[in-house]
């Protein structure tokens, strides 16, 4: 309702300017001496015009028909998504009613010479014309006029109420603005001095009863020529930088930040292109320092660091945490090139990481050849622990496959142990004040590392702890068989262990 409200009360107040912008052009314009082609057939016409009421309606049609339209427009209800498409056209609509209003009165002047001809036989060749010249250019320059400053009053009146965030490009309606035709509309309003000089000029030698020459014709119509195309020149020098940013900046959005303009201009456009070409830069060095950052960090702690969320104050979450370790490794690497054992990880880790990274979870920390993986942070999820056993299950069948490739390669195979277990735990970022991590501390985490160092005790791959297990649904409690009432180190009370059988 306040936008409807709103919506209404700034139509009126088109509607009143729009009319005061037709008065204030008709007595300005009727300053302008008219032709006085024959004083006997002026003065039959002036008095056809006196007695005749069709010249009051003449005078008002101009007035009445846009302010009709208008209020009809302005006063209109509708839902919301109508009235934006209305807000956006509005100072076009009421342009062309103030443009019809005028091609009425021509009209209707037009009718009355033709009545006039028939009753009084006078001749009404030189009226046609005059009003064919100065009728249009009035129209013309009413409707110029009401666009143009209806246009500008509405980017700071109606359309911040309907786009509080712009984007007023979005809503499709019949008629857009665009930069040549606003140039335009400029060269029709800076011809109209120099159309009325003609006019006057006919005017002028019609009287005196001097014929009018080609050549003064020919010149003022290359005048015309030449001022269009300084128009057209101009509107090609804005709109075709603006384009070529408008699809920059379409690239940059798409996350192409290779594009650099080759436009160079010793203007205030060459320096709006010099700024983009800079900023452009400055995003791409941006970007390059945000795909760093989640090489280093996990991109889902990335954009959740980058938001300046609670993650800089910290919070207490309920999680399922996540320790995988590779057995014997140590003994292993000692039998191994320094950069066979690097590339060994980087192999192992990418398979493993994409086993965690489909299921939602998120690598904390690698320590050495183990991992440490969390479920339901910094993202929250109900499902963590279905999440992290399913993960778990997967990294099983990931680590059977690259075992194959290494026994075909002749490398030795790999096993790990891998312990999940679900509980309170603090997150956030920790550390001093000029390096910081994000990550999760509490008992959980420990608990979590020690079942997974009892996976060498009970002959398995996979441990999770009852709280895990309680987390999993009906669906997969099956899936698992009881191992035993574990001892942890660090805690009086036994952990009941389960493992997939």
């Known amino acids: ?11 009126l107040f088109y509607t009143l300017l729009t009319a005061l912008i037709n008065l204030v052009l008709t007595a300005v314009l009727s300053c302008v001496p008219g032709p006085n082609f024959d004083e006997a057939v002026t003065a039959k016409w002036l008095e056809f015009l006196n007695g005749s009421s069709v010249r ?58 033709f009545m006039a001809q028939r009753r009084l036989g006078i001749s009404i060749r030189f009226i046609l014309i005059i009003n064919s010249i100065a009728n249009p250019l009035v129209g013309i320059a009413a409707s110029t006029m009401v666009f143009l400053v209806l246009e500008r009053l509405n980017q700071t009146m109606l359309l911040p109420v309907f786009f509080p965030e712009g984007r007023v490009w979005s809503v499709k ?70 384009t070529l940013l ?31 070409n800079d900023m452009t830069a400055s995003l791409a060095e941006k970007e390059r320092m945000r795909d760093t ?30 320790f995988c370790d590779i057995r014997s490794f140590t003994a292993m690497s000692e039998k191994m090139e320094a950069e066979e054992v690097v590339s060994l990880l980087n192999r192992y880790f990418t398979v493993l990481g994409g086993c965690i990274a489909r299921h939602g979870g998120v690598i904390n920390k690698y320590i050495g050849d183990a991992i440490m993986a969390m479920f339901g942070v910094p993202v929250e999820s109900p499902t963590h622990a279905r ?41 956030g970022t920790i550390g001093a004040k000029d390096r910081m991590e994000y990550t999760i501390i509490g008992d959980t985490v420990n608990t979590a590392s020690r079942i997974e160092s009892l996976c060498k005790n009970y002959g398995t791959d996979l441990l999770l702890s009852q709280a895990t297990l309680d987390l999993l649904g009906a669906d997969r409690k099956d899936s698992v068989r009881f191992v035993d009432d574990a001892s942890i180190r660090g805690k009086e009370d036994k952990i009941k262990l389960y493992t997939p059988g």
């Open 173 to 242: 309606t019949l008629f857009r603005p665009k930069i040549g035709m606003l140039l335009s509309m400029g060269f029709v309003i800076s011809s109209i001095p120099l159309a009325y000089s003609v006019y006057g000029m006919i005017s002028l030698l019609v009287n005196n009863g001097v014929e009018i020459h080609r050549g003064l014709l020919f010149i003022i119509a290359f005048l015309v020529l030449i001022a269009a195309a300084v128009t057209v020149m101009l509107s090609k020098k804005i709109v075709k930088p603006l």
């Open 1 to 11: 309702m306040q936008k409807l409200s709103t919506f209404r009360k700034t139509g």
């Open 246 to 276: 408008t699809r920059a900046a379409d690239r940059i959005k798409a996350g192409d930040y290779s594009g650099r303009l080759s436009i160079i201009s010793n203007d205030e456009m060459g320096t709006l292109v010099d700024s983009f």
């Open 56 to 113: 009051y309606w003449g005078g008002v049609i101009p007035y009445v028909i846009p302010i009709l339209f208008c209020l009809c427009y302005a006063l209109w209800g509708g839902r919301e998504e109508k009235l934006r498409k209305r807000a956006v056209s509005m100072p076009m609509f009421m342009a062309l009613s103030t443009l019809a209003g005028w091609f009425a009165n021509y009209t209707t002047v037009i009718l009355c010479a």
């Open 293 to 322: 950052f989640g090489k280093v960090v996990d991109p889902n702690v990335r954009d959740y660091l980058m938001k300046g969320t609670a993650a800089l104050r910290g919070e207490s979450r309920v999680v399922t945490v996540m």
């Open 387 to 427: 999440d992290a056993y399913l993960a778990a299950l997967n990294m099983r069948a990931a680590l059977a496959d690259l075992n194959r490739e290494l026994t075909a390669e002749g490398k030795q195979e790999l096993h790990f142990g891998i312990g999940l277990h679900t509980g309170r735990v603090f997150a």
